[in-house]
Structure formats: C-alpha cells, structure tokens
C-alpha cells in the first residue's frame, strides 16, 4: 500500500547479499605491541604544559576480524573549547615516509591519551576513517594514571554513526576487545624495563650482557622443568588429576628425539659468546695498560 503524503513511516532497505559481502566486517579484537604503546606513552611525557591530551596514528596489519597493531608516529594537533585542528599534511608526510620503509604496514587507526571521548574525538575518528576506507578506523585510549581516582589501561574502540541523517560529530564509540602481545625478540627489552621499574635506584639498569642472558634463560628453563616434573610425579602418585590436553602438551613438546635438536647450532652459538667475551675483556686490558703507560710517560 503506498504511503500518503503525510505519514511519518521511515523506509529501512536491507541490503542484498552481494552487497553486504562486500562491506568490511568490524574488526573483533585488536592487539597492541610495546612498541606502539611506548611511542605513545614518549609522546606524552613530552607533550606541551597546555595540552591535556596527544593523539598521533596507529600503523599496523588487519585481517577481516583482527587488527595488529605494530607502531605508532606523534600527530601535531591543537585543540580548545571552541575548536579542534590537525595537521593532516603533517600526519601524510610521516606515513609517506615510514610506508617507504614498512609497505606492509597501513593505517589502522589513531590514538589519544586520557578516557575522554567527546565531540573532538568523533571528528577526529571521522577523519581517520576517511585514511582506512574502506576499512573501520580503531581508536586506542591510553589512559595514563597520572588524574586520580583512574586506573592505567588501554581500551580499544570502533565507531558507529548515530542518526537519521548522520554527522561527524555524531558517533558512538562501541568497545573492542584488546590485549597486548610482545614477540620473543621484545621479551629482553620488556625484562630490562621491569628490573629498572623494581629497583629501588633511581639509575636505570645497564643492559645485560649475552653470558648473563644465556644464564636467565636457562635458569628459567630449569624452573619450568621443575614445575612439570612435579605436576607428572603427582599425577604419576595419584595426588592430582591428570589433564589430557596437558599431557598432550607435554609429549609434543618433550617427545622429540636427541638427534632432532640443533646441538651444532647451540654449540656454535656459545662460542660466538665466549668469543665476544673474551675479546671484549682483551680489549678493556689493553686499554688499561695503554693509558698506564701514557701517565709513566
């Protein structure tokens, strides 16, 4: 039945199959590394008297329901309580630059300091959407700790438009869930930073050398030996219940044979150690006695 002139019905067209393939799905869990989350936290400790919060962009790697997040570049903006403005040919000049070095890595979205998210924020969300179309922008919100009364974290967010006719000004931001990941190549500089934050000194903590990183990791590898001989000699004297999916574990990793492992490569590796070692010590004698005989001299 047509409707008449002076209904107030909304027509609502539900897209058709081929079209609806093709709209980008919302992602549904974002990981950040700490790379991109110091960058952001250096960002802000250096950021001006008169400005409560920094932005910058997020660069990463998505699939269809993840996005990986992997460094972050400072964005210069100014923002009151009339107006808000970014430097956008600032913001394309850094990417131009780091897309020359990482091409794999694109704009996934941006980020902001502090749990504010008001009429600026969806601006600027708008505008990082239009950087990521057709895909969604993620927004990152560090939230520092430093205001009381607020816990330290970091939430991730999506935005939806809200509205007949929809504004940039007017978005809602719908939580994503986040966690952060670290590759085994970051696991040393993470150890360092927890020492350094453990210390009682106000100095920070030397970089260790590679003998003493060799002796931690095999020192915790012993642990975890440890912890599984005595889960298996419980299990094994019926004082805990054994877990299939754990023995499973076990025999996967454990059940390799000797002349699977790389010796030749472990060898090799610790005589480049104590190789490094031992010439670094040389190097240090030698200069002793250099300057010893320069003051006899």
């Not at 790379?35 to 250096?46: G, M, N």
């Not at 915790?220 to 019926?238: E, F, I, K, N, P």
């Not at 472990?266 to 031992?278: E, G, K, P, R």
Request: aromatic share 6%.
């Amino acid at each position: 039945m047509p409707l008449g002139p002076s209904s107030s019905a909304v027509h609502i067209h539900t897209p058709s199959t081929a079209s609806a393939s093709n709209v980008p799905r919302t992602p549904t869990s974002v990981t950040v590394h700490p790379v991109a989350l110091f960058s952001i936290l250096d960002h802000y400790l250096r950021r001006g008297d008169n400005q409560p919060r920094v932005i910058g962009t997020l660069l990463g790697t998505r699939t269809d329901t993840e996005v990986e997040v992997k460094s972050a570049f400072a964005v210069l903006h100014s923002e009151t309580s009339e107006q808000v403005a970014v430097d956008m040919d600032y913001h394309r000049g850094v990417y131009d630059l780091h897309h020359k070095i990482n091409p794999k890595e694109v704009i996934v979205g941006w980020y902001s300091t502090g749990s504010n998210l008001n009429t600026y924020s969806a601006l600027i969300q708008n505008f990082y959407t239009q950087e990521t179309t057709p895909n969604p922008a993620i927004h990152i919100a560090i939230n520092t700790g430093v205001e009381e009364g607020e816990r330290a974290g970091v939430s991730a967010y999506v935005s939806s438009p809200v509205g007949v006719s929809p504004k940039p000004e007017n978005c809602v931001f719908v939580p994503v869930p986040v966690e952060i990941r670290f590759h085994d190549a970051e696991r040393s500089g993470l150890d360092l930073l927890t020492k350094t934050a453990a210390s009682p000194n106000t100095t920070s903590t030397q970089p260790v050398s590679n003998l003493e990183i060799l002796e931690q990791s095999i020192n915790t590898v012993q642990s975890m030996l440890d912890r599984v001989l005595t889960y298996v000699q419980a299990v094994l004297s019926g004082e805990a219940k054994g877990d299939p999916a754990i023995g499973r574990y076990l025999m996967d990793t454990l059940g390799a044979s000797a002349d699977d492992l790389d010796k030749n490569g472990f060898n090799a590796s610790l005589q480049d150690t104590l190789m490094i070692s031992y010439l670094a010590n040389l190097v240090r004698s030698q200069a002793e006695v250099s300057s010893r005989l320069a003051l006899t001299s």
